[in-house]
């Protein structure tokens, strides 16, 4: 089992900062990689950003340059330092872990409960 926890959204002014946390916590399971997804309301939730365990980064377009992931693999945290913020970035932030449990060979993904990002116009 995981569980993920997110914390930092909230209200920013365009052009402001926000730095996102989450907090994992496994049982028998072993993470490959964490990312952030948002979802704005009526849209597809997507990839913000990932980090795999060797640190390997990958970032949706619209982010380039503005957003930064980082990871402590030792104790489980990943975090996003989102700079530069523009109104289409609001958002509901959503922590994901992918890995697998021990001994097992199905991957597996688990979400966290998400925090709100709201951009101002």
């Known amino acids: 089992q995981v569980q993920l926890v997110e914390s930092g959204g909230g209200l920013v002014q365009p052009g402001g900062s926000l730095r996102l946390s989450c907090a994992a916590s496994?049982?028998?399971?072993?993470?490959?990689?964490m990312g952030w997804y948002r979802q704005a309301p009526g849209k597809a939730r997507y990839l913000v950003a990932s980090?795999?365990?060797?640190?390997?980064?990958n970032y949706a377009d619209s982010v380039k340059g503005r957003f930064t992931i980082s990871r402590d693999n030792a104790k489980n945290t990943l975090t996003m330092q989102m700079n530069s913020l523009k109104p289409e970035d609001t958002a509901v932030y959503y922590c994901?872990?992918?890995?697998?449990?021990?001994?097992?060979?199905?991957?597996?993904?688990?979400w966290g409960r998400g925090t709100q990002v709201y951009e101002s116009s």
């Open positions: 980090m795999s365990n060797s640190g390997n980064t």
């Open positions: 496994t049982s028998d399971f072993s993470i490959t990689a």
């Open positions: 994901g872990a992918d890995g697998f449990y021990f001994g097992y060979a199905a991957r597996h993904t688990f």
